[in-house]
């Protein structure tokens, strides 16, 4: 529906949320029978709860992938919607067992109208704020703002 809504043109903007970490889910269709919750608090490092969340992870990761696909496939103007838009796929907790959301993998997909380069692996010093990522973010869709939450500026070289 999201695809339909961009390409209609009845939105741009849009938040969608594929679980929660407080889900009790469980994932048997990939082979993770535990509920989802339990497996992101991997006690300790435990080899079999890490393995079940890293499973649960890729697949979450397989449907941000599958909605750039069909972004990808929309021809619009001068290139795709997936060349016009920006997608971003994280999580809310760095680590599950400590319960801290700080230092969290986000992969930032599309093109952004030419604003955001692809194919590469950026790395910011330990505890930036997840909202300086916000900030720039909002500065590429021209939302200029002093602060947003916690931020402290913005991030450079995205």
Not at 81 to 110: E, F, Q, R
């Amino acid at each position: 529906l999201l695809v339909l809504a961009y390409q209609a043109d009845i939105t741009r903007v849009s938040c969608t949320q594929i679980a929660r970490e407080m889900n009790f889910r469980t994932y048997p269709e990939i082979g993770v029978p535990d509920a989802h919750h339990l497996v992101s608090h991997h006690m300790q490092g435990d080899p079999h709860l890490v393995k079940q969340n890293t499973k649960i992870n890729a697949y979450h990761m397989s449907l941000t992938a599958y909605f750039a696909q069909k972004l990808q496939a929309v021809k619009e103007g001068d290139g795709t919607l997936l060349d016009h838009a920006i997608l971003m796929h994280g999580s809310g907790l760095g680590d599950g067992d400590k319960h801290t959301p700080l230092n969290l993998g986000i992969a930032l997909v599309g093109g952004g109208c030419g604003q955001l380069e692809g194919g590469r692996h950026l790395v910011y010093p330990m505890n930036t704020p997840a909202m300086n990522l916000g900030l720039s973010l909002l500065d590429m869709v021209g939302v200029e703002l002093p602060r947003l939450a916690d931020s402290t500026g913005r991030l450079t070289g995205i």
